[in-house]
């Protein structure tokens, strides 16, 4: 069974440009998140997503971050414009879904955006 | 808001010793409780999964216990390796598909 897949796996950039990361979950995992993880510290939950639609978003920063699943399958994090303290490692992960007697959630590789 | 407190230092032992982990909670308690292993560069891997109606789970070395009076989870690592030496993360969730949100990790060393 192929894991999460995530790209590109490192990235630097000025602030003020703008990135986006993609992630191809498992196949048939419903539920996708988005984590960021700060260097000495836990993933911190940006977004989640049932199939397309959005579970939650709360601690997104909505007005540089965006993120889409479409056709429920891959997403897309972005963001624009990038600060300095966006550094860190971006991670993907999926999970069964709703329903499932299995909740627990298979990562990615993760990528590290570097903003300089 | 919901807050997890894990050891913020570093766990160093001996080869062969049992370690011991903590990961409080505050607040309800949740559905699920996880744990995850993290070796640098890594994403997080799944190790155990808890349920609130749980108090106890095993799988090979590894222990997980529950306990929702003391809202603390321990986990337990049995004749500790080398190779056992990781982040490990607790993470919970509050129902079937909510949010899963993870505490900032215990460091562990396993010195031969």
């Known amino acids: 069974e192929a894991g999460v897949a995530q790209s590109p796996r490192y990235k630097i950039i000025e602030k003020r440009q703008s990135v986006a990361f993609w992630c191809n979950p498992i196949?048939?995992?419903?539920?996708l998140y988005w984590y960021q993880q700060i260097l000495g510290q836990g993933p911190k939950l940006l977004i989640q997503f049932q199939n397309n639609g959005v579970v939650d978003d709360s601690q997104l920063p909505k007005d540089r971050f965006s993120a889409e699943r479409l056709k429920g399958v891959d997403s897309t994090l972005k963001i624009q414009p990038a600060k300095l303290e966006d550094s860190a490692v971006y991670l993907c992960?999926?999970?069964?879904?709703?329903?499932?007697?299995?909740?627990?959630?298979?990562f990615g590789q993760g990528t590290r955006l570097t903003v300089v | 808001s919901q807050k997890i407190e894990q050891n913020s230092e570093a766990l160093n032992i001996q080869e062969g010793k049992t370690a011991t982990l903590t990961c409080n909670y505050t607040n309800y308690s949740p559905a699920y409780l996880q744990w995850y292993r993290q070796d640098p560069g890594r994403g997080p891997v799944f190790l155990l999964l808890?349920?609130?109606?749980?108090k106890e789970k095993r799988k090979e070395r590894l222990k997980v216990t529950f306990d929702t009076t003391l809202k603390q989870s321990l986990f337990h690592i049995t004749a500790s390796q080398p190779a056992d030496s990781a982040t490990y993360l607790c993470a919970l969730s509050y129902n079937q598909g909510g949010k899963l949100i993870f505490g900032q990790g215990t460091e562990l060393s396993v010195k031969p």
């Open positions: 808890i349920r609130e109606n749980e």
């Open positions: 196949s048939g995992h419903a539920t």
């Open positions: 992960a999926s999970s069964l879904g709703t329903g499932s007697r299995r909740p627990e959630a298979f």
